[in-house]
């Protein structure tokens, strides 16, 4: 109960303000080692040490993960139809919804982690795998390149969501191949050259 006390009053404390602006790091308005993105991210950490600690495959099953799928569908209709608003930057602090800011906060990254985390689950089963373990071999390069590529995009004026999308998954995993494959070839040249006595 004392953790549970502290997790949640640390998040209502970080949902209770925007972004630090008095504060500046580096040119960025930002709290010292991310201070304030941590009362919001350590309660998410905590729902998932609860929901996963004890039994790790309740997700699989279909009482939990059809309601999960069909609230998930119904806030993507919402969003599209403009009934609500909603975004988050945790980097920036930023949160701007038309719902109480605490319970968007709460409720809506939580319940789409598991409803990708369903998918995933969905996937794996498939007989026919669309290169997503190739994908997923390849996770940390897309995290780390995406933004550039999404950025580039939009500098470049593509507008089309499904080709940012293929640029911003596809583009930091070639250049990942690429760089390992120049790797692998200098290796095997420094390798086959006689050492000099």
């Known amino acids: 109960m004392i953790h549970l006390s502290i997790i949640i009053g640390g998040f209502l404390l970080g949902t209770s303000y925007q ?19 941590v009362l919001i991210t350590a309660f998410y950490t905590y729902l998932g040490y609860l929901g996963f600690s004890k039994n790790l495959r309740w997700l699989e099953r279909a009482a939990a993960n059809i309601p999960i799928m069909i609230l998930a569908g119904l ?21 701007h919804t038309s719902l109480p800011v605490w319970l968007a906060v709460a409720a809506i990254p939580v319940l789409f982690s598991l409803t990708v985390m369903i998918i995933a689950y969905y996937t794996s089963k498939m007989p026919f795998k669309l290169g997503l373990p190739f994908i997923g071999r390849h996770t940390l390069s897309v995290m780390y390149g995406h933004k550039l590529f999404l950025d580039l995009c939009l500098m470049m004026g593509v507008k089309n969501l499904g080709i940012r999308l293929a640029v911003g998954v596809l583009a ?14 200098t290796k095997k040249e420094a390798g086959t050259k006689v050492p000099v006595k």
């Open 19 to 37: 972004q630090v602006t008095w504060m500046h790091i580096n040119g960025f308005s930002m709290m010292p080692w991310n201070a304030d993105t």
């Open 75 to 95: 806030v993507i209709f919402l969003r599209i139809k403009r009934k609500f608003s909603f975004h988050l930057s945790l980097k920036s602090h930023l949160m």
């Open 172 to 185: 930091p995993i070639f250049i990942h191949v690429m760089i390992q494959h120049l790797f692998i070839l």
